[in-house]
């Protein structure tokens, strides 16, 4: 099998949400090749105001004895129980997917009523379920899919889709470039050899993450530095949580090399929006305090991401 389902991207493509059926319901998820559990509300999650919700099917199961409890990096959280049910996305089908009930939701998820859960997409090893960790939509619908891979088209502030089960050579322009995944934190890792600031290449290799639900690009401090110094007045000002410049400042151009491949973010998809102050909020932030990079939205929806699993390997190319 194979299908395609059709993500929307929110205000400042800070999110991009997918509808989903998960049981009974219909459900708009956020997909996040970040993390591993599948988790929706439910009629009776504290804060589910204004959220579409899950209804098991007659179908359905309580996985009696197991919980959740998941930590997101902006410190937001959610936890709960877990059904089997049946998932539906873009109409390739996991049978017993774990569907994981939320009954808290910390309050940036409450009050975000884009999205009425999440869909984990990284490796099952970081799944929460406990004490029997379950497998990701990917991981069950894997052995089904004419082509073990999925892929994820993210586009700036246009409908894109997350493809299963087929490389569509219409999506993307030139060839897809190939490089190893590193999956030994649960991650989609990978590494770029280099990267280039307009026309200023930097020959560092950056390692980082392909993370569908973190909005922005965050990189070490140097790199941000090397970023910022050329654009002229930025600021890195701890009080606006990060790079800001004036909203009528060009931005370069932000390319990383990868396995030869140049992978280019232009210049107009590095402004993340408009502080209160005026100011602009750049899309390349700061990563030091995690530890490791984030190849997130900003610069995922400039290019065709393919994850294969079987060959634990990513793909990229020109959207
Ligand atoms: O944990 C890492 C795994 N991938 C990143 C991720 N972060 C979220 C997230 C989504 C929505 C919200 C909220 F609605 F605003 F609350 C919060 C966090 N989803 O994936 C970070």
Request: charged share 10%; with cysteine.
């Amino acid at each position: 099998v194979s299908g395609s389902a059709t993500n929307t991207p929110q205000p400042a493509d800070s999110e991009y949400i997918v509808p989903v059926t998960v049981g009974a319901s219909t459900v708009n998820l956020d997909f996040d090749t970040g993390s591993a559990d599948l988790w929706v509300y439910t009629s009776s999650t504290a804060g589910g105001a204004g959220h579409n919700y899950y209804t098991p099917s007659d179908g359905a199961t309580v996985m009696n004895g197991e919980t959740w409890s998941i930590g997101y990096g902006d410190g937001s959280s959610a936890s709960g129980n877990v059904y089997q049910d049946t998932v539906v996305v873009g109409g390739v089908t996991a049978t017993a997917q774990a569907v994981e009930a939320a009954q808290t939701v910390s309050s940036s998820f409450s009050s975000d009523t884009s999205n009425d859960g999440l869909l984990g997409l990284s490796w099952s090893s970081l799944n929460t379920v406990s004490p029997d960790q379950q497998k990701t939509f990917y991981d069950n619908v894997q052995s089904s899919l004419a082509d073990p891979v999925f892929a994820a088209i993210l586009k700036h502030d246009a409908p894109g889709s997350y493809d299963f089960g087929f490389i569509d050579s219409s999506k993307y322009t030139g060839n897809i470039t190939y490089t190893p995944a590193d999956n030994s934190q649960g991650y989609w890792g990978f590494t770029v050899d280099s990267y280039t600031v307009g026309t200023t290449v930097t020959s560092t290799a950056l390692s980082g993450i392909a993370d569908t639900g973190t909005s922005l690009l965050l990189l070490d401090d140097t790199t941000c530095g090397n970023y910022y110094a050329q654009v002229s007045g930025a600021i890195n000002d701890s009080s606006q949580g990060g790079w800001v410049y004036d909203c009528s400042t060009s931005l370069p151009d932000f390319s990383v090399s990868i396995n030869g491949y140049t992978a280019t973010v232009p210049g107009s998809y590095l402004t993340y929006d408009q502080q209160s102050s005026g100011q602009c909020y750049g899309g390349i932030q700061s990563s030091t305090a995690i530890g490791f990079n984030i190849f997130g939205d900003v610069f995922l929806k400039s290019q065709y991401v393919v994850f294969d699993g079987p060959n634990v390997q990513l793909g990229f190319a020109s959207q």
